[in-house]
């Protein structure tokens, strides 16, 4: 199984701030890497697919990149919404999550 | 409008089963891989189960191997999962995911576009 691995595990920042989520896979997975965000009772949504794909209607400032173990989120300027916890998924075989990062406030 | 709506959740003893649901609409169903991904409450995304679009193949995660069961029915654009032998550690909500497809010269991108919002499981006795 790949295991993939977030850091950080909570992450404090401040609306207008520039955050980065890094996302590490046990094995090469090429880019077959997907972001999500939940929101406290909701269902996850899709951010980005294919490490770097936008999924249509989510904002510009969300930016996915990496390719083979390194992926990293990207949110260019955080909005009062974006307070949320992010989870990477990889796509290369069965699927498996990252333990996810809590973004706040 | 594309929707899945998980049912069946509830309070079972140690031991017991449970069947969960999810009604498919507002899309072809008989075209997307589908998967059961679960959460503990507080805690993070794990994923269950998947099934292709036919039936005819599925996959399991190591902790429910032999215990769960997923199927679907076409006809009735309905996903299951049947639990049996369940225990504290199955206590969750259970999400059922479609599996989007992006195919770019010969590659193959799965994302879960479309989730359920969810049917919680508590397992107690």
């Known amino acids: 199984d790949t295991q993939m691995t977030q850091s950080p595990s909570s992450l404090s920042a401040s609306v207008g701030d520039r955050v980065t989520i890094t996302c590490r896979a046990s094995?090469?997975?090429?880019?077959?890497l997907n972001w999500y965000q939940q929101k406290p009772g909701k269902a996850p949504k899709i951010l980005i697919y294919?490490?770097?794909t936008l999924q249509s209607g989510v904002p510009s400032r969300f930016s996915g990149s990496g390719s083979g173990t390194d992926f990293t989120l990207t949110i260019s300027s955080l909005q009062p919404e974006d307070f949320a916890t992010y989870y990477c998924?990889?796509?290369?075989?069965?699927?498996?999550f990252g333990q996810g990062t809590r973004l706040e406030i | 409008e594309v929707q899945l709506v998980e049912s069946g959740g509830g309070l079972v003893q140690p031991g017991g089963s449970l069947r969960l649901s999810c009604a498919a609409s507002g899309f072809s169903f008989s075209n997307y891989w589908m998967h059961w991904v679960r959460q503990v409450p507080g805690k993070g995304l794990e994923w269950v189960s998947r099934i292709n679009p036919d039936g005819s193949r599925t996959k399991y995660a190591d902790s429910v191997m032999g215990r769960f069961t997923i199927s679907r029915d076409i006809a009735k654009n309905t996903l299951y999962l049947q639990m049996n032998s369940l225990g504290d550690e199955d206590t969750a909500v259970y999400y059922c995911a479609r599996y989007a497809l992006d195919k770019r010269t010969g590659l193959y991108y799965y994302y879960m576009d479309v989730w359920g919002k969810g049917t919680t499981v508590a397992v107690s006795s």
């Open positions: 294919a490490a770097s």
């Open positions: 998924q990889q796509s290369y075989s069965a699927p498996t």
């Open positions: 094995q090469s997975i090429s880019s077959y």
